[in-house]
């Protein structure tokens, strides 16, 4: 494909995205709702071949960098510890919550705890990328807000150590496994040290500079050279931007809020573009195909964060308007989910159960492409039931 052709379709991208985002916030819908159903239109209409969002991964892998960046510069230290011991009751309670409903309900399903297990440990993400969307899109601000922000961006880290105690007891291999269990616990932990001290770095070059369009410039290369430097050495780019983020963020010297609205203008595109490839890479057919078990892990797995997260506050002694609340804000699930289930029937096939880890990853595909569209919703109703959502302001609190 010519470059011309990219350009033409980054452009349709960028503008249709917008102006029917646009739309959606006209009714109340989260704009990135509009995002995905427009990838998913313009995919199935030819506008974007699938030549083309291959050719345009760049951007996907460049905002989930961004995302993370902007995970992480909302995490402010002092507050975070001064309730780390709640945050983490809140943070295992739902986590578990999914874990342990949807594989129970898939253990009924198929009379195979190990099939029930894998669908469980997969239920436990969470999908950062939209619900931070809706957050900045709301500016919502508040403490529902912030416990938020701390769980999906500790979710995936705990989704991704189950995952593999799931998987080694699924094959029963468990020498061979320790060294699989290793390797991911291992980039995890290579991943924050190399944000942290990237994010070190960078907020001792920035103190030399004093105005604030520096600073911006600095932080977006910053992002840009974290996600390329993530690349490099095969690790999580939004792990790695996550901490690259809570360090520049914690710094004394480095006051990102000042041009956090500036910042904001400069990525939006980008989200844009990142959300409408998402919808293009959405499949219709998978959705007929394994629909029924779909509906189930989508119930499940609801009914296991709301159910976790607010039996979570509670023991965690938080007000009723984030127990209630709370559960319905990690709904959504994307990128980490699909990618764990991709891992499961990779390592089913290699163990003889091909069909098991097909049927496993079409069922995640497929309700992933349903929550990407209530997740947002979900949500964003969330954020105005607490009054957090100062865009549409809600005068009941509950």
């Known amino acids: 494909m010519v470059p011309c052709q990219i350009l033409f379709i980054v452009g349709v991208i960028i503008i249709l995205g917008f102006a029917s985002g646009k739309l959606f916030q ?7 709702v509009a995002f995905v159903l427009i990838g998913l239109i313009l995919a199935n209409t030819g506008v974007i071949p699938s030549c083309a ?11 989930l960098g961004f995302i993370g960046f902007t995970i992480g510069s909302q995490l402010e230290l002092k507050n975070l510890l001064k309730g780390s011991k709640r945050l983490f009751i809140i943070l295992t309670c739902e986590a578990m919550g999914a874990f342990v409903l949807v594989t129970l309900a898939f253990y009924l399903v198929f009379g195979e705890f190990y099939i029930g297990l894998i669908f469980g440990v997969l239920a436990s993400a969470t999908a950062p990328a939209a619900t931070i969307e809706v957050i900045k899109e709301c500016c919502a601000k508040g403490d529902l807000t912030q416990r938020i922000i701390f769980i999906i961006a500790l979710d995936d880290i705990l989704a991704i150590i189950l995952f593999d105690f799931v998987m080694s007891y699924a094959s029963s291999q468990f020498v061979w496994d320790l060294i699989i269990l290793l390797t991911p616990l291992l980039n995890i932990a290579v991943s924050l040290l190399l944000g942290g001290l990237l994010g070190y770095a960078l907020a001792r070059i920035e103190e030399s500079f004093r105005s604030e369009t520096e600073w911006l410039i600095l932080t977006v290369g910053s992002v840009i050279l974290a996600t390329g430097t993530a690349q490099i050495f095969g690790i999580s780019s939004i792990l790695t931007n996550i901490a690259l983020g809570v360090v520049m963020a914690n710094s004394h010297t480095i006051e990102i809020k000042t041009f956090e609205k500036r910042l904001d203008i400069i990525i939006l595109p980008l ?3 990142f959300f409408v490839l998402i919808g293009a890479r959405l499949n219709l057919e998978i959705i007929l195909e394994v629909g029924a078990l779909a509906i189930i892990y989508i119930c499940a797995r609801a009914v296991g964060k709301i159910l976790g997260a607010y039996g979570g506050s509670r023991l965690a002694q938080e007000p009723p308007k984030i127990a209630n609340n709370l559960g319905l804000a990690l709904i959504s699930q994307a990128g980490v989910a699909l990618a764990l289930a991709y891992l499961a029937s990779t390592q089913l096939a290699m163990l003889g159960n091909a069909a098991v880890g097909i049927l496993i990853f079409d069922v995640i595909t497929a309700s992933v492409i349903i929550t990407d569209l209530i997740g947002p919703l979900a949500v964003k109703f969330s954020l105005k039931r607490v009054g957090e959502c100062p865009m549409e302001s809600s005068s009941s609190e509950q």
């Open 271 to 273: 989200f844009i573009g």
């Open 26 to 32: 006209r009714v109340k819908i989260p704009r990135v």
């Open 53 to 63: 969002i291959e050719c345009l991964q760049p951007v996907v892998d460049l905002a």
